[in-house]
Every structure is written in structure tokens, then in C-alpha cells.
């Protein structure tokens, strides 16, 4: 089992930065982790995800160029900078963990998800 738990989610303007982060303890076997996000009303969409050997690197459209995804190997985290934040980027963020290290931007890749952390960006 792997347990991951998200943190640095809250309130900011639009303009404004956040710094989520997701630890991982347990069997972290995982070769692949990734951040999705889910609005009120909407299905959970893919936000970014990075291989975990080789830190290959993917992002949605809609964030490309305002976040970043890096992962600290020894401290089994992952993190997502956020820069540039907008209205539209409200929703819960969650982090997940992959035993493949391929397809990471489809949300059925992943085995393990953490609880979710709210972002709410006011305009």
C-alpha cells in the first residue's frame, strides 16, 4: 500500500502562487506520479505528471508555462508550483501513484490517490 497526502492548498488571488505538495509513505514502489484536479461539477482532470526514474515531464494545456511539476526522490515528494493562478484553476488537487511510468496523463494509469487539497483562486 502506498499513502499519499497533499498539502498547501487555499485561498489566493488570481495573479497569485501556491506550492502544493504530496508525501508518499508505505511500499512507494511507484514509477510514475501525477496531479489531477476535480471543479464542482466537473469530471477530474489531468494537471501534470512526472516518470519518476527519469523525471520526464507532462502538463494539460491549460497550465503549460504557469506550472511545474518536480518530484525530491529522498524525501519521496512530489510538489506542484503554481504561478499565475486564475479563477478557472479553483478545485480540489490530488496526487496519485503509478506503477507504470507511461499513459500518465490518463487518470486510470494510477493506483494509489491521495485525499485532496482545495485550491480556490478569487478573482
Known amino acids: 500500500q502506498v499513502q499519499l497526502v497533499e498539502s498547501g492548498g487555499g485561498l489566493v488571488q488570481a495573479g497569485g502562487s501556491l506550492r502544493l505538495s504530496c508525501a508518499a509513505s508505505?511500499?512507494?514502489?511507484?514509477?510514475?506520479r501525477g496531479w489531477f484536479r476535480q471543479a464542482p461539477g466537473k469530471e477530474r482532470e489531468f494537471v501534470a505528471a512526472i516518470s519518476w526514474i527519469g523525471g520526464t515531464t507532462y502538463y494539460a494545456d491549460s497550465v503549460k508555462g504557469r506550472f511545474t511539476i518536480s518530484r525530491d526522490n529522498a524525501k519521496n515528494t512530489l510538489y506542484l508550483q503554481m504561478n499565475s493562478l486564475k479563477p478557472e484553476d479553483t478545485a480540489v488537487y490530488y496526487c496519485?501513484?503509478?506503477?507504470?511510468?507511461?499513459?500518465?496523463?490518463?487518470?486510470?494509469?494510477?493506483?494509489?490517490w491521495g485525499q485532496g487539497t482545495q485550491v480556490t483562486v478569487s478573482s
Open positions: 508505505g511500499r512507494t514502489f511507484s514509477n510514475g
Open positions: 496519485a501513484a503509478a506503477g507504470r511510468g507511461y499513459y500518465l496523463t490518463v487518470s486510470t494509469t494510477y493506483d494509489y
